[in-house]
């Protein structure tokens, strides 16, 4: 069984600022480890993923995640907000090669300050 | 690649009748998953096939929901007897292009009313 929290379901930040989005999982196997974000009215897009290659993972937009299995996190980062980067953040663990079925967290919905 | 589509991509309703949803997924994607989502909370996984084959079926797939994937390539999802608390976002994702098939392209969703 596998299971994500996401901490903080809103986060508000100003534009150029850090942002930083937690998200911690269980997994009974290594897990693989998403984030998705979503638009309003808008399917998933996938902006990363870790599949037990390299920890620190880059993806689309300028984000990055570190996978730190001691800590059992997988927290998004970027270093300076846009404004279009206000929508809302999934963080997906699967059970890796074991399966694909995605658990997902509660999402945290960012907001960009002018 | 036209990406993920689904239809309808609204749909309103009356408690009681029938309501189907369609996805299309990426043409050279063998697994197709289906997702709801409430408002507020993040996708629950329902179901999924690999090619025409239902492998997997969550609880939350009462005996009013069913879906099949007839050919392997689109799927449908049928709710009988909607309920008030069917109303929700149910998307569709597919993936298989990757070597472990582990990244899923997600569609719009199909927002679903139930009055």
């Known amino acids: 069984a596998q299971s994500v929290t996401q901490l903080g379901s809103h986060v508000s930040v100003s534009e150029g600022a850090l942002v930083l989005l937690r998200c911690n999982y269980s997994?009974?196997?290594?897990?693989?480890l998403f984030w998705y974000v979503q638009y309003p009215n808008q399917g998933l897009q996938l902006l990363l993923k870790y599949t037990s290659a390299a920890t620190l993972v880059k993806g689309i937009n300028g984000f990055e995640a570190e996978f730190k299995k001691s800590e059992t996190s997988f927290h998004l980062t970027k270093p300076s907000a846009h404004m279009s980067d206000a929508a809302e953040y999934f963080c997906a663990v699967s059970l890796g090669a074991a399966g694909n079925k995605l658990t997902f967290g509660g999402g945290t919905r960012v907001l960009v300050k002018p | 690649d036209t990406g993920v589509s689904q239809d309808p991509r609204h749909k309103i309703t009356k408690r009681g009748q029938n309501v189907t949803f369609r996805c299309d997924p990426i043409?050279?994607?063998?697994?197709l998953y289906w997702y709801r989502q409430t408002l507020g909370q993040g996708p629950e996984f329902l179901t999924y096939f690999q090619n025409e084959a239902q492998l997997e079926k969550s609880r939350l797939l009462s005996d009013r929901f069913s879906a099949e994937r007839p050919k392997g390539s689109f799927s449908t999802l049928e709710i009988q007897r909607t309920e008030q608390g069917d109303s929700a976002m149910y998307l569709c994702?597919?993936?298989?292009?990757?070597?472990?098939?582990?990244?899923?392209?997600f569609g719009p969703g199909t927002r679903l009313l139930v009055l």
């Open positions: 043409s050279e994607h063998n697994r």
């Open positions: 997994s009974s196997v290594p897990p693989y």
């Open positions: 994702a597919s993936s298989g292009v990757d070597r472990l098939q582990e990244t899923q392209y």
